[in-house]
Structure formats: C-alpha cells, structure tokens
C-alpha cells in the first residue's frame, strides 16, 4: 500500500509517499521532491489554486497512492488570522483526495502518540533521515503517513 502523507504549513508544504508493500516501510521521495515551497507575489486565492494544482500533479503521478494523510498544525485555535491559508490548504488536499476517491484521514500529535520534541527520532526510525530538508514538518508528513498502516 501507498500513502501521501503531507504537512502544510504558511510557507508552503512537505510531502511524503510511503510504501509498506514489500513488508518494510520505505519512503519513495525522501531524497527527491518532498519540500514545495508556496510562490511568492501572489494573493491568497492565487496561492491555494495553485496549490490545488500541486496537490493533483502529485496524486496523477502517483497513481497507485490509496490514501492519503494530512498532519494538521497543533495551533490552530489560538492563531486564526495567521493560519487561515493553512487550513484552506488542508480543507483543498482533503478534498482533492476524496474527489479521486481516497480515504484521507487526519492527525495531530496526540492521534500519533508523538510530540514535536521525538518526531523527527520517531520518523528516522522508520524510514531513514533524508540527505537535505530534513525536519519536523517533513518528519510530521511520515509520521502521519505511517499511521495509515495500522487501519
């Protein structure tokens, strides 16, 4: 099985596609694509087109991807005004997930049993550190993507 897993964030977002088909998690892209950055100059309905446009050029070039993972950000209620794209973002890859008839699901750290301080330990553990743009916000997209094996 294959999942994306992604992890938006303001600047733009982190992805990853995990395959456990061989009995060993293994991340396809961890040493290529996995890091979008948001183009600049653009207003916000720019922006999130063309992040529905990045979502689907993702899911179309992976097409044996069968779910899909999103890892929200833990500061959502406190932080409105300066999250709202990021939740656009989220609500647009869910959508755009459940349009070609994927199970998305959706987590915080609490729903992996993670916290920020393990979860680049816990992702390295599974799939290996990545050679550049190794981070929590990449870690986040695995371990995400990770918890799709256990349904």
Request: hydrophobic share 35%; proline share 1%.
């Amino acid at each position: 099985m294959k999942v994306l897993g992604i992890r938006n964030y303001s600047e733009g977002f982190r992805y990853c596609i995990l395959d456990n088909s061989g009995g060993k998690v293994k991340c396809l892209n961890l040493d290529s694509e996995n890091k979008i950055t948001l183009p600049k100059g653009q207003d916000d309905n720019q922006l999130l087109t063309w992040y529905q446009d990045e979502i689907d050029r993702i899911l179309d070039s992976n097409e044996d991807i069968e779910r899909v993972a999103i890892k929200h950000n833990e500061n959502m209620r406190d932080c409105y005004s300066k999250l709202k794209k990021v939740m656009f973002m989220d609500c647009i890859s869910t959508l755009e997930a459940l349009r070609k008839n994927l199970p998305v699901n959706s987590y915080v750290y609490n729903n992996l049993r993670i916290n920020s301080k393990n979860v680049l330990d816990k992702a390295e553990a599974i799939v290996g550190k990545s050679q550049k743009y190794w981070d929590a916000k990449f870690a986040d997209a695995i371990m995400a993507a990770n918890k799709e094996f256990e349904i």
